[in-house]
């Protein structure tokens, strides 16, 4: 049922207008009527048929939450990221909230990496914060990949430069670990921390893993390695998210 909404809205002569504006870089577009769950049907077969980032900034957080429910359902969770406000509460910077931190994060890394595009959801709260800019962020990114030359001492001055913690076990984002060969990072811009196992100073193996079990999820051919990129050290150079 669902995928049969979907054609019947893809193959919709307003939709494929739409496309075709969007396709030849027009400035302004106004569209008006869809109510409901509508624009996550029209927004779907848009951004499938571009190659073109989508930035969907709704009233406030309970309606960006509502559509990107909506859009994870129709078009995957890989491609549609949420961009919340990092506080608990509004503009109070000393009650930052972790999880939305994260989130934040994974934005500008997909951003900032040029990855394939995704949709963008947020709100005018989210976005009124500035953000470390791309210069600042890719100066303070720990890029690694298997087979890279590097030490575990270095992974861990660069760690303690990003202001990571040095921990037994990682368990939330901005720790780490050592044991022998072994160097487990939980990154600001990951939902699950990076295993890094060593052979000598080659990089051997990174793999993601479940914090609760400790059982490996996903093996990684290379990683970034983001840190807090509400820290107060990356506050001093920053722009506005648009």
């Not at 307003?14 to 049907?41: H, P, W």
């Not at 963008?120 to 087979?147: D, H, M, W």
């Amino acid at each position: 049922m669902k995928e049969e909404i979907i054609n019947i809205y893809g193959q919709s002569p307003k939709v494929k207008q739409i496309a075709t504006a969007l396709q030849q870089r027009e400035n302004k577009l106004y569209v008006k009527g869809l109510l409901g769950s509508a624009l996550s049907f029209v927004v779907n077969p848009l951004f499938r048929e571009s190659e073109l980032p989508f930035l969907l900034i709704l009233k406030d957080k309970e309606e960006a939450a509502y559509y990107l429910n909506d859009l994870e359902q129709l078009t995957g969770a890989d491609d549609v990221l949420f961009y919340p406000g990092s506080y608990r509460r509004p503009y109070q910077i000393e009650d930052t909230d972790n999880a939305s931190v994260l989130l934040r994060a994974e934005v500008l890394n997909r951003i900032n990496s040029r990855k394939k595009p995704a949709i963008i959801v947020s709100y005018p709260e989210a976005l009124f914060e500035k953000v470390v800019t791309r210069r600042e962020l890719e100066k303070n990114t720990l890029k690694i990949a298997v087979g890279d030359q590097v030490s575990i001492d270095f992974i861990n001055e660069v760690l303690f430069e990003y202001e990571f913690r040095r921990v037994d076990f990682v368990t939330e984002p901005g720790e780490f670990s050592v044991r022998g060969g072994i160097v487990d990072v939980f990154s600001f811009s990951n939902d699950n921390p990076y295993r890094i196992e060593f052979f000598g100073n080659e990089v051997d193996s990174i793999r993601t893993f479940d914090v609760a079990s400790q059982l490996s999820l996903d093996k990684k051919n290379k990683i970034t390695v983001i840190p807090n990129v509400e820290n107060k050290a990356l506050t001093e150079k920053r722009e506005s998210f648009l």
